[in-house]
């Protein structure tokens, strides 16, 4: 057996006869040979991402290709790097750029030809306030990057320098349902976290959270209308094409606000509402992919 055929399969049963001639015992082996895997990581050392990757067999070097503000880009020459190593580090990255995001796409290549694409990753940054005075310090951020060291709520506030406490609005209940609080060294309430969800972080200092992840798909957001107020809260998937709250809101059915929490004040800082009898919306502002937005809707609605 001189090499195995993967086409559309994780894992093969490969079974071994031992024959040994004309009235002799035949022996059987079975086992099961899994793909191997070939993973990349992202992170921030001294402020700057560093990508690693495994080592592909028989590649002769890797091509590093990155993108701002597009998570779901296609490589294309030139490449951001060329190298033999199967690391690399980039020291123009946009960590700490709240308003443009860094993108990574490597590929292994052998004789000149891309024989492997490793996943897609990123860093997604927000800019997190302290409240003024004796305020709750409560600010949003999204789980827009999937990373394996941050599944549940504790580790979400363990990543984030200073976090006191991390919490889930539940729409239906119009108050926050989940809340995993920092007591000294431990955290109480965990919970666990879901890709695409808005979270509220406690922070009793200014500072940019830089999260680091793989690019997962692009998610949908379920609006409910509630007997409260209708308020929902949600992060702009990163493929969105909307730019302007009014579009947001008109593009989601029985959407009546569009709103942004200031951390800074502590309470909702811009609200774009539309008016019903005039048919335009006013308070316009601008919205962005990944960006934590707080939605007003009368009608259940899967969106976009």
Known sequence: MDSL??????????????????????????????????????????GDVRLDWSKYPNADEYKVYRSTNDPYFSPSAPPLTTTTDTFFT???????????????????????????????????????????????DANWVGLVLFNDDILMASQLGSDIPFCTAVSLWDVNEQ?????????????????????????????????IYTLVGKVPPSWQVHIYPSTGTDQNVIVLPLDATVTTAAELGASITGCTAVSVWDPVTQQVGRSCVYIAGLGFWIGNFSVHPGGVYLINATEEVIWP
């Open 5 to 46: 055929s993967w086409t559309g399969l994780d894992s093969l049963l490969v079974i071994v006869e031992d024959w040994r001639g004309w009235g002799a015992d035949t022996a059987w082996a079975y086992f099961e040979v899994y793909r191997p895997t070939f993973d990349i990581w992202i992170s921030i050392v001294t």
């Open 175 to 207: 108050t926050f349902v989940n809340s995993c609080v920092r007591l000294g060294l431990f955290w109480i309430g965990d919970y666990t976290l879901n890709i695409g969800y808005p979270y509220q972080v406690n922070v009793p200092t200014d500072e």
């Open 90 to 136: 980039d020291a123009a990255s946009h960590t700490g750029d709240t308003l443009n995001q860094s993108y990574y796409i490597v590929e292994a290549i052998e004789s000149g030809s891309v024989v492997h694409t490793y996943g897609t990753v990123g860093e997604f940054d927000y800019p997190l306030y302290e409240g003024a005075g004796f305020a709750t």
